[in-house]
């Protein structure tokens, strides 16, 4: 009797034991739920398309961008597949094309090249960039593979514009003032995992009011940018 009485004492212990433990686990679960973020940082690589541009002037090589930084996830609804991401990070990009930039003295001058003696022309900018996204997702607080639909515009500084020329005589390169220090655009991230598409529509030119090749203005110069986006936890 005393036997089945101290095996009956055991049993209880042990399912009290595992029910306070499934309970634990529950919680930390439910906890884990009510806590998660969709913090990230990304990596981009796209094409850059010149779109308004005059007939004359066409781009060479492959034009392109990579950007990089973080995201900082912000939910919005109480399953949080759903909130804002608001981020900063920086980007290269490179139009190449047959639009010459020249300097004479203070000012800077376009032309479209001939193909004799040519090898490249370029417009470089550097960037930091400011995104600001509207996020939808499949995630749970233990999937980390989901599907993901962010939209939203993003704002760039460019803190540094060149143009350089490279011709079979010689390099050219300067500091060109005439590329739009603020820039801004809608874009759109869309795929599942690791592996997203990347769109950039640009809202304003590339290059500042009042420049002209030819005497015709070439500051309607808008962007589309068309890659892949890269999320890391």
């Not at 529950?26 to 010149?50: C, H, K, P, T």
């Not at 919005?76 to 990009?93: E, S």
């Not at 500084?157 to 603020?182: A, C, H, T, W």
Request: hydrophobic share 40%; charged share 15%; proline share 3%.
């Amino acid at each position: 009797m005393i036997r089945f009485i101290n095996q009956l004492m055991i049993g209880a212990c042990a399912l009290y034991s595992v029910s306070t433990w499934g309970q634990s686990s529950v919680d930390s679960i439910q906890e884990l739920d009510q806590n998660y973020l969709e913090d990230q940082f990304y990596v981009g690589v796209a094409y850059n398309v010149l779109l308004d541009a005059p007939d004359d002037m066409g781009q060479r090589n492959f034009s392109y961008n990579l950007q990089a930084g973080f995201i900082k996830d912000i939910p919005l609804n109480q399953r949080r597949n759903f909130g804002l991401g608001i981020g900063i990070g920086y980007a290269v990009n490179s139009y190449y094309s047959n639009l010459v930039a020249s300097e004479e003295g203070n000012q800077v001058t376009y032309s479209v090249t001939p193909d004799v003696g040519f090898n490249r022309s370029k417009l470089e900018t550097h960037a930091v960039e400011f995104p600001l996204e509207l996020r939808w997702r499949t995630s749970t607080a233990a999937d980390y593979k989901f599907w993901r639909v962010y939209a939203g515009v993003k704002f760039g500084y460019v803190f540094s514009g060149r143009s350089k020329l490279v011709m079979d005589s010689g390099n050219e390169s300067f500091s060109n003032p005439d590329i739009q220090e603020f820039q801004y655009g809608l874009m759109l991230n869309f795929g599942y995992n690791t592996w997203n598409v990347h769109a950039y529509y640009g809202l304003n030119s590339l290059l500042k009011d009042g420049t002209t090749l030819n005497e015709a203005p070439i500051d309607d110069l808008n962007i589309l940018r068309i890659g892949l986006i890269f999320y890391i936890l």
